[in-house]
């Protein structure tokens, strides 16, 4: 990885690609996420980050190809926020 991380997700996409966000880094709570290409052994930092950075979060693939990405905490306590990641289009959804 790019960047170590403890507490994140890991969501295997419909391509084959592995969605890795957040976690706990050497600095706090992430909100950067990478792709995994298991192909070539790679990891990829993935723009846009997400909205909070959180750890401890869950992510669902979704029917649609998109991944849920659920709760989870920071440094100010746990979020009640929920986000939608869209690998085909490379976008993220906020909701509240």
Do not use: Q, W
């Not at 909205?51 to 100010?76: E, H, K």
């Amino acid at each position: 990885m790019n960047e170590g991380r403890e507490l994140a997700t890991a969501t295997l996409l419909p391509n084959g690609m592995v969605l890795i966000a957040g976690g706990l880094g050497d600095t706090g709570p992430l909100a950067s996420t990478e792709i995994y290409n298991p192909t070539t052994n790679t990891f990829t930092p993935s723009t846009p980050s997400m909205n909070a950075p959180r750890y401890g979060a869950t992510a669902t693939l979704l029917p649609n190809g998109t991944v849920l990405i659920a709760g989870g905490g920071n440094n100010t306590g746990f979020l009640a926020t929920t986000e939608i990641y869209d690998p085909a289009a490379n976008t993220r959804t906020i909701y509240a």
